[in-house]
């Protein structure tokens, strides 16, 4: 069983940045992979970013690419998402996910991710 506590969510003004954090409890393997998804009000979960544990290979949504930044500190089992040029479209309640054994396939699927934190809200408004 892996733990996921995400944190760094909050309110901000369009064009501000924020950074999650995503704390995993250990890793069951090492052939695994953490990302972001986020759900916004009334619309479904969608893939924001991912990145292998193992030669750091990221992978973004197109919405999110050339602003937001993934990457990991291995020594903390911890993943982090810088964000930056925030606008209203990124409000939403943001999830960590943990994936072991994903095959490059199934990152940008939830269906690829056995575990999951319980989410931070992200608001984006002036």
């Known amino acids: 069983q892996v733990q996921l506590l995400e944190s760094g969510g909050g309110l901000v003004q369009p064009g501000q940045s924020l950074r999650l954090s995503c704390a995993a409890s250990?890793?069951?393997?090492?052939?695994?992979?953490m990302a972001w998804f986020r759900q916004a009000p009334g619309k479904d979960r969608e893939f924001v970013a991912a990145i292998r544990w193992t030669g750091g290979t990221t992978y973004y949504a197109d919405s999110v690419k050339g602003r937001f930044a993934i990457s990991s500190n291995n020594a903390k089992n911890t993943i982090y998402l810088q964000m930056n040029r925030l606008n209203a479209e990124d409000t939403a309640v943001y999830y960590c996910?943990?994936?072991?054994?994903?095959?490059?396939?199934?990152?940008?699927?939830?269906?690829?991710?056995?575990?999951w934190g319980q989410g931070t809200q992200v608001t984006v408004s002036s």
């Open positions: 250990a890793s069951s393997s090492n052939r695994y992979a």
């Open positions: 996910a943990y994936g072991p054994g994903i095959i490059t396939s199934s990152v940008p699927l939830q269906s690829g991710y056995r575990y």
